[in-house]
């Protein structure tokens, strides 16, 4: 189910939103949760678009959302922003990966750019 947050104009897509018991225990140790981010956000600028939009749409946001109270270095921050900067340049003119990688790109600014304050904007 997808519905419309009218005050901020983003898509939430309510049945993926939560992770499984089994995703949630996977994200208890910092290097898994660490592994899956790099793959799901390394997925975006593979070269199969169906691969892109489903990682932009339901999983790098989904898992980076979960580990938003930890605390990210300012590199691995600016490292996911660009994942989704390549993506765009791979996938930009399907209209599909456009809106799910513009989606994520905004929702990672907003909330990273509130944690980690101005050492990700330098």
Known sequence: MVSMDSSQGIQINASSDELSELGKCLLQS??????LLTICFNSLSWKDTINCQRSASVLCWTLLKQVLGCNLLPEAVTWLYSSVLKGLQMHG??????????????????????????AVIS
Request: charged share 15%; with cysteine; net charge negative.
């Open 30 to 35: 910092e290097d898994m949760y660490m592994t």
């Open 93 to 118: 003119q399907h209209e599909g990966c456009n809106a799910a990688l513009t989606q994520l790109a905004l929702l990672i600014y907003e909330s990273l750019v509130r944690h980690a304050g101005s």
